[in-house]
């Protein structure tokens, strides 16, 4: 697949570079798209290709430092895409397979970095220190896996995988006991949680998707 439409991009407030091209995903491809997140559906799926042409850019990352990035002429030599935003867009475009191009910023696995997305506390205090006993977490010093509430760390020893942790999270959203909340949108700091950062590399077990709005991603478009 020959770029076309091939230039840098420069994020604001950032010193990392990419590369902005458009690619159509209803064509063959010799790349792996690798995603990360559920998502929360908020996309009307209804086929609307004027809604496609307004969609800002996915953002992916590839596996080339960012000298060889700046320097491709395609994405020939590239054999894995990891979806890092646009959840969202990228399920409709599957869905209704739309035989557009749309654009695309592509980022150095390098450059990436994933911090993980604030929750906010909904319900009191002492219902989630009810719940965290129940599960067997206790105050911890550096742990592995953590959940991170006015600065303590709690664990639990039933918790031993990144997904084990993330599980952990989904059951509380799903109970409407934390909801998701912007990083950079100012929150009362004690009713801010937060869990261990997802590494870039723990995208890619098969058949797994984190919940949604597990990941805070910089640099942002």
Not at 58 to 80: A, G, N, Q, R, T
Not at 86 to 115: A, K, M, Q
Not at 203 to 209: D, H, S
């Amino acid at each position: 697949m020959i770029l076309n439409n091939f230039e840098k991009y420069i994020f604001n407030g950032s010193r990392v570079d990419g590369v902005k091209t458009l690619i159509n995903f209803s064509q063959k491809n010799n790349f792996k798209i690798v995603l990360h997140e559920e998502t929360q559906n908020n996309y009307e799926q209804i086929e609307n290709i004027e809604i496609v042409k307004e969609f800002p850019p996915l953002l992916f990352s590839v596996d080339l430092d960012i000298k060889d990035l700046l320097s491709l002429e395609s994405l020939e030599s590239i054999k894995k895409l990891t979806l890092l935003d646009g959840h969202h867009r990228f399920e409709h475009l599957t869905i209704f397979s739309y035989d557009i191009e749309v654009p695309v910023v592509l980022i150095s696995d390098n450059d990436v970095r994933v911090e993980s997305y604030n929750s906010r506390l909904e319900v009191s205090e002492n219902l989630l220190k009810d719940i965290l006993i129940e599960n067997e977490f206790e105050l911890s010093i550096n742990p592995d896996y953590y959940l991170c509430f006015q600065d303590r760390k709690y664990s639990s020893k039933k918790i031993i995988s990144i997904y084990d942790l993330y599980d952990f999270k989904r059951d509380l959203l799903d109970l409407e006991i934390i909801t998701p909340i912007q990083n950079n949108i100012i929150q009362n700091e004690n009713t801010v949680l937060s869990f261990t950062p997802i590494k870039l590399s723990e995208f890619q077990k098969n058949n797994y998707l984190f919940p949604p709005k597990s990941t805070w991603i910089s640099p942002r478009i």
